[in-house]
């Protein structure tokens, strides 16, 4: 093809161009996805940087196009042209993402391994999407951080810290080796530590089996002490007169002390000697009893008359006595 030629076709398709209003945005662009495909609607809470013909991807595969993206009620209604070849169920889920920080975004896909197929024509309800951040939520909380927000924060604790620091260098280095040495020697317990939580969960279980009987002596007990509350003025009064026995009774035993001591002490050679003497007293009394049924036999009758006579030698006993 000569100059002039090239000059004429591109005068042509100018005038063409000119004359028709035709720009660029008019030319279509190529279908992403080669093959029949069905529609899909997906609801966003924000669409707003995402644009018609935007690729949609699975697995990172593309595998459907944006083909409309309109305003629904409080949601971003993204109509998806997707290949016939994916199946999406009910489960799925969908987000809106970026090639790079500051590239274009596009749909990801993540399938569902349960539910229903989704039909042509379905929708994915806004539950089920999302979008990753994106520059300009970076700078949004960039900015925070720099004109007041945690890096403001993390300033005022670095000041208040030189504050506390500042002439108190040898405090903090003897308060830092006693933490070191009480975590050293909390680490060594450990093994008894943990037979301490052990034998605490052993103790928790007995209690939660014994749970019936506790609560039944807690059910009794309560009967208990509603009866000793009931009771409570007679209980007062009872320890009321038992002080008032106590003030009395103290000095009394300590006035008679001395004196059943020492009643106790001439008591002493008495009962030693009738200890003495027991083996002839159980003669005596045995005696007694065989003279007692003997006159039963020798005088049958309500009543027998007879003289007794006992002959004491005073001096035998006390010579007897002596000796012991």
Do not use: H, W
């Amino acid at each position: 093809m000569t100059r002039r030629a090239l000059a004429t076709l591109t005068l042509l398709v100018g005038a063409l161009t000119a004359g028709c209003g035709l720009t660029l945005d008019d030319v279509p662009l190529p279908d992403l996805v080669d093959g029949p495909t069905y529609a899909v609607t997906i609801e966003f809470a924000d669409a707003l940087n995402l644009p018609v013909d935007a690729p949609v991807k699975l697995d990172g595969a593309t595998v459907g196009q944006v083909s409309a993206v309109e305003a629904g009620d409080y949601v971003a209604e993204v109509e998806l042209a997707l290949s016939t070849s994916v199946e999406l169920r009910d489960s799925s889920r969908a987000e809106i993402r970026l090639t790079s920080p500051m590239g274009t975004a596009f749909v990801q896909l993540f399938p569902g391994q349960t539910g229903t197929v989704l039909a042509d024509g379905a929708t994915l309800p806004v539950a089920a999407t999302g979008s990753a951040p994106d520059v300009t939520d970076l700078l949004s909380a960039l900015s925070t951080v720099v004109t007041g927000g945690s890096f403001a924060d993390i300033s005022t604790i670095v000041d208040q810290l030189n504050v506390a620091l500042t002439g108190n260098a040898d405090d903090v280095r003897r308060l830092l080796r006693r933490l070191d040495t009480a975590v050293t020697e909390l680490n060594a317990d450990f093994p008894q530590v943990d037979r301490l939580t052990a034998s605490l969960d052993r103790l928790t279980t007995r209690l939660a089996g014994d749970l019936p009987q506790v609560t039944g002596s807690l059910t009794t007990l309560t009967g208990l002490v509603t009866t000793l509350d009931q009771q409570r003025a007679q209980l007062v009064t009872a320890m009321e007169s038992l002080s008032r026995f106590d003030a009395v009774a103290t000095p009394l035993t300590d006035a008679v002390r001395a004196d059943l001591v020492a009643q106790l002490q001439d008591m002493g050679p008495v009962v030693r000697t009738l200890l003495a003497g027991r083996d002839d007293i159980d003669g005596v009394m045995n005696g007694l009893v065989a003279f007692a049924e003997g006159s039963d036999k020798a005088a049958p009758g309500d009543f027998a008359n007879f003289d007794l006579t006992f002959l004491l030698d005073l001096k035998a006993l006390t010579a007897t006595g002596g000796a012991r």
